[in-house]
């Protein structure tokens, strides 16, 4: 069920599947941020709303409605 942007998530790897669920996965957010892995500590550009490290695969995700603010973006695992 789509719970607009009043959803909360426990985990980045619901994050991800509620992304892939409603389509939003590849699409190019807003306004990219620059995030640093919490695996292998590579600062790279996250330009859509589920990202993947180029260094080591770690996924990660942030849905639309809260793609204002970096802190928002959660790890999902490795190539979930």
């Known amino acids: 069920m789509h719970d607009g942007c009043m ?3 426990e985990n980045g790897k619901q994050v ?3 992304l ?7 699409q190019f957010m807003p306004m990219p941020f620059e ?3 919490e695996k292998c500590n590579h600062t790279f550009l996250m330009e ?3 990202t993947k490290c180029p260094e080591c695969g770690m996924v ?3 849905t639309p409605c809260h793609a204002f ?12």
Request: proline share 3%.
């Open 16 to 18: 991800v599947m509620k």
């Open 60 to 62: 990660y995700g942030v």
């Open 7 to 9: 959803g909360s998530f």
């Open 48 to 50: 859509t709303f589920e």
């Open 69 to 80: 603010d970096p802190s928002n973006v959660m790890a999902a695992g490795d190539d979930i």
């Open 20 to 26: 892939r669920m409603m389509g939003f996965s590849n």
């Open 35 to 37: 995030i640093t892995c």
